[in-house]
Structure formats: C-alpha cells, structure tokens
C-alpha cells in the first residue's frame, strides 16, 4: 500500500518561509494527481494545492494564491509546499495525499506548521 510521509514543518515568525516535502512510497506518477491538504485547530481538513502528473497546478485556498507553490520531482517520487509569506492563519497540520481521495483515503502522519511571534 502507498506511504506518505511530510515533514519540514516547524515553527516560524509571520512573514517567514517554510518548504513543506512528502515523500512517497512507490512510483508517484502511479497517481494522476497530488495534493497538500491542511488540517487547522477545530476546523476541518482541507484541499490546498493540487498538481498533476504533468504540473499543472491548482490552488484551492485563495489566500495562499501567490504566497504557496505546489512543485513535483517524479524521479525522486518527492511532492514539495514552498510556503512564503506565512500568517498565523497558516497554521495547521499539513497533510500530502492523492487527489482525488482514495476510498477510503490513505494518510501520512502530516507535518505541523506554526506561524506566531
């Protein structure tokens, strides 16, 4: 079964820039498309950015267009989240998967991003 495993998070001061990897067990051009989801405090998980096997990309949460890029490195079977300019409402677990969800989905254990001063 696929494995997904984050990491990169960590804490950072608003303004700040984190870059986000999920490494994938297999062959990610398995999946028609990936995706970063995030998970805040009380809130439900949801879909950041998307991108598929060829990279195009799609961002789902308008307040991280311009500020968050979705990239691919499909020999190192590797998604990447390069988050610049992050703000508090940032914060969140950050989880990759595959997009469209799987039913039922698989998870990785995610990456915890905290932006405060």
């Known amino acids: 079964q696929v494995q997904f495993v984050e990491s990169g998070g960590g804490l950072v001061q608003p303004g700040g820039s984190l870059r986000l990897s999920c490494a994938v067990s297999?062959?990610?051009?398995?999946?028609?498309?990936m995706a970063w989801y995030r998970q805040a405090p009380g809130k439900q998980r949801e879909l950041v950015a998307v991108?598929?096997?060829?990279?195009?990309?799609?961002y789902d949460v308008d307040s991280v267009k311009g500020r968050f890029t979705i990239s691919r490195d499909n020999i190192k079977n590797t998604m990447y989240l390069q988050m610049n300019s992050l703000k508090p409402e940032d914060t969140a677990v950050y989880y990759c998967?595959?997009?469209?969800?799987?039913?039922?989905?698989?998870w990785g254990q995610g990456t915890q991003v905290t932006v405060s001063s």
């Open positions: 998967s595959v997009w469209p969800p799987l039913d039922p989905n698989v």
């Open positions: 297999g062959n990610i051009n398995t999946f028609v498309a």
């Open positions: 991108i598929n096997r060829g990279g195009g990309t799609r």
